[in-house]
């Protein structure tokens, strides 16, 4: 005999001892997947479709079963419900109260196993379409801010040294690149994860000879999945997401610090938006870059989610393990992160005010007119080792004297090296220093404006195309 307590959940026939309680409460896992209820909805409804079809329910049953699981979708304040083992569960036992035991029959042919793994990628695929929206928008205010920057220029820095000058709208470009192949890796993470596990079974396949075309097309999915023992115990798109998320929270940290050392005293580059910027408590002068710093911690939360995944799966034999389980709550946290940071960073993108000329004397000073000016030199048919020395030993002159290389008269450049000419000047401006960079992917003032078009004409044709 079953303990009362017990019949009502989906396994109690072979059980003769009740579970122990905290046991019981300890494994269930509606606490969290309670929102999977809607995917667990749909996912019903397809495979009520298919026993339709399959002749296990009347089309007249087919009716009731799904007007009454639509209902259990509009369920308030489920969260709460502490009867349930897990969403599935739930789902049954409210269908039942609804439609009495026809609920019963929605499960022929089917197991939780390729149950979870269903709503799973119903979850994810979502998850995706949401932040490729997020990121577009993002996208388009650094293409606007690109824009309106202009010509304005500022230092380029390796080793966090200053380097060269680079246009304000080169630099915002290169984040555009990296959001691109964001993008397009969570694209190609959903091409390849768009495929319907319903019809796998517990492990084997299905005890029924049910058509799975017919549950995969419902749902969107482009096929269904051709191995039964892969489907139920794959999390592999789990993985891709939460890598892929983990590789944008990458960039956009990278992004939240260069702002964050950007808006201090010490660079002056940045003057934070009030609207995202909060004070001290204590020192009254202050103006924290809090949404940056945030930024910048909650990657480490995506990282932390791709892992935790990483290290679930890499030890489970095939098939499903009740580990998996484990694998949804990391999923949850990496689509809700990512959602939070894309909500405040594309408004808080658009309303950066960059002290243009701050970043200009900072490109205009501290030799940043080298690297052309060796240039200039191994175009007069100097070999480059050599104009990189003279023009060292220029830079050295220039420190000792506290001068640019520009404010150095001819005839000391001629004691350095004769090739030196008067065109030597023109040759160094902050524009010629630019435009010297005259290759695909350079800083030259026609790259960065062709480059912009072309990035504008991207997002253009990709952000109609999202789902
Ligand atoms: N809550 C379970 C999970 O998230 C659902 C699948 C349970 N399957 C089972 N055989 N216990 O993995």
Redesign the pocket.
């Known amino acids: 005999m079953s303990e009362p307590q017990q019949s009502a959940k989906m396994w109690s026939g072979r059980f003769r001892e009740p579970l122990n309680a905290t046991f019981e409460s300890w494994q269930r896992?509606f606490p969290f997947?309670w929102r999977l209820v809607p995917y667990e909805v749909e996912a019903s409804i397809a495979h009520a479709r298919a026993i339709e079809a399959a002749g296990i329910l009347t089309s007249e049953e087919l009716l009731q079963m799904e007007e009454g699981l639509r209902a259990v979708a509009k369920l308030k304040d489920i969260s709460q419900n502490e009867q349930a083992?897990?969403?599935?569960h739930f789902v049954e036992l409210e269908l039942t109260k609804i439609i009495g035991d026809l609920a019963l029959k929605l499960h022929t042919g089917r197991?939780?196993?390729e149950?979870?793994a269903t709503d799973m990628r119903l979850f994810v695929r979502e998850a995706i379409d949401n932040t490729l929206a997020g990121l577009t928008a993002w996208r388009k205010a650094l293409i606007d801010l690109a824009e309106s920057a202009g010509e304005a220029t500022m230092p380029s820095y390796t080793h966090l040294q200053r380097a060269e000058p680079v246009l304000v709208a080169h630099w915002l470009l290169a984040y555009v690149s990296m959001i691109e192949r964001d993008a397009s890796r969570l694209t190609d993470a959903r091409k390849r994860m768009n495929l319907c596990p319903l019809g796998s079974g517990?492990v084997a396949g299905a005890t029924l000879a049910l058509d799975s075309t017919i549950a995969a097309r419902a749902l969107g999915f482009d096929a269904p999945t051709p191995n039964s023992m892969d489907a139920t115990s794959d999390r592999d798109f789990a993985l891709e997401f939460t890598q892929a998320i983990a590789t944008l929270g990458i960039h956009i940290s990278r992004f939240a610090e260069e702002l964050t050392l950007y808006s201090t005293a010490e660079f002056g580059f940045l003057d934070l938006p009030e609207a995202f910027s909060t004070g001290s408590s204590a020192m009254p002068q202050k103006k924290n870059p809090d949404l940056t710093e945030l930024i910048r911690g909650k990657s480490g939360r995506l990282l932390g989610a791709a892992t935790t995944l990483a290290t679930l799966i890499k030890g489970l034999p095939l098939a499903?393990n009740?580990d998996?389980?484990e694998g949804?709550e990391p999923v949850f946290d990496s689509a809700d992160t990512i959602a939070g940071i894309l909500s405040v960073l594309p408004a808080f993108t658009a309303s950066l005010k960059f002290r243009h000329g701050k970043m200009k004397s900072a490109a205009e000073t501290g030799y940043l007119n080298a690297m052309a000016a060796a240039t200039y030199l191994s175009n007069k048919g100097v070999p480059f080792r050599k104009a990189h020395e003279h023009i060292g030993n220029a830079v050295r002159l220039g420190l000792e004297t506290n001068r640019e290389l520009q404010d150095l008269t001819l005839a000391e450049l001629q004691t350095i090296c004769p090739d030196f000419a008067e065109d030597f000047y023109a040759s160094i401006t902050l524009e010629a220093t630019l435009d010297c960079h005259d290759v695909i992917g350079g800083t030259a003032r026609t790259r960065v404006r062709t480059a912009l078009a072309e990035a504008r004409t991207r997002l253009t044709a990709q952000s109609g195309q999202t789902k």
């Open positions: 896992s997947d083992e897990d969403v599935h197991s939780r196993n149950q979870i517990a499903y009740k998996l389980q949804q």
